[in-house]
Antibody
Framework: QVHLQESGPGLVKPSETLSLTCTVS????????WSWIRQPPGKGLEWIGY???????NSNPSLKSRVTMSVDTSKNQFSLKLSSVTAADTAVYYC???????????WGQGTVVTVSS | DIQMTQSPSSLSASVGDRVTITCRAS??????LNWYQQKPGKAPNLLMY???SLQSGVSSRFSGSGSGTDFTLTISSLQPEDFATYYC?????????FGQGTRVEIK
């Protein structure tokens, strides 16, 4: 059974870069698309972007200029960098696998990232 | 971007009730519609994909229907573990977008 786990700093200063890694266990990262999704406190879900195991990416135009994603197949990991963060980027960040018809399953447990000085 | 609108935003229901949640897309998305359940402090969990296909391991009291712009999620007989927030998500075109959520509360 595939399991995803997010990791990274829980506190980031304004204007700095948020960096997160998702580690995939119980299965290979190959042959799938992998996404980042976030949820601000008390709010809904926002898709950030996806990366294919080959390294191709696509991201939400609302964040595109600030998003960088990468994949390390040797470690079964993929990563997110979000630059120039502000308080509006405070959220729970999830990683998830793309499955049938573009659905997301499974999801990681999520990691809380707070942007504050 | 395709806008997804859910109704109602919240509802109160009793155990055993039949519950229906609606999701409307701002343009046709064929059957590229997925449903998730989220409990407080937890990640969303996939319930339905492709509008009407039940994800493996999910109770058959959940069902989905619709195509084009209008979709529904139905819980045939609400159970205590079903009290949660439900989200629809379109996977027709990027950026993938979610509805604002429907909170199902205990009456």
């Amino acid at each position: 059974q595939v399991h995803l786990q997010e990791s990274g700093p829980g506190l980031v200063k304004p204007s700095e870069t948020l960096s997160l890694t998702c580690t995939v266990s119980g299965g290979s990262i190959s042959s799938y698309y992998w996404s980042w999704i976030r949820q601000p406190p008390g709010k809904g879900l926002e898709w950030i972007g996806y990366i294919y195991y080959s390294g191709s990416t696509n991201s939400n135009p609302s964040l595109k200029s600030r998003v960088t994603m990468s994949v390390d197949t040797s470690k079964n990991q993929f990563s997110l960098k979000l630059s120039s963060v502000t308080a509006a980027d405070t959220a729970v960040y999830y990683c998830a696998r793309h499955l049938n018809q573009g659905s997301f399953d499974p999801w990681g447990q999520g990691t809380v990232v707070t942007v504050s000085s | 971007d395709i806008q997804m609108t859910q109704s109602p935003s919240s509802l109160s229901a009793s155990v055993g009730d039949r519950v229906t949640i609606t999701c409307r897309a701002s343009q046709s998305i064929s059957s590229y519609l997925n449903w998730y359940q989220q409990k407080p402090g937890k990640a969303p969990n996939l319930l339905m994909y492709a509008a009407s296909s039940l994800q493996s391991g999910v109770s058959s009291r959940f069902s989905g229907s619709g195509s084009g712009t209008d979709f529904t999620l139905t819980i045939s007989s609400l159970q205590p573990e079903d009290f949660a927030t439900y989200y629809c998500q379109q996977s027709y075109s990027a950026p993938w977008t979610f509805g604002q959520g429907t909170r199902v509360e205990i009456k």
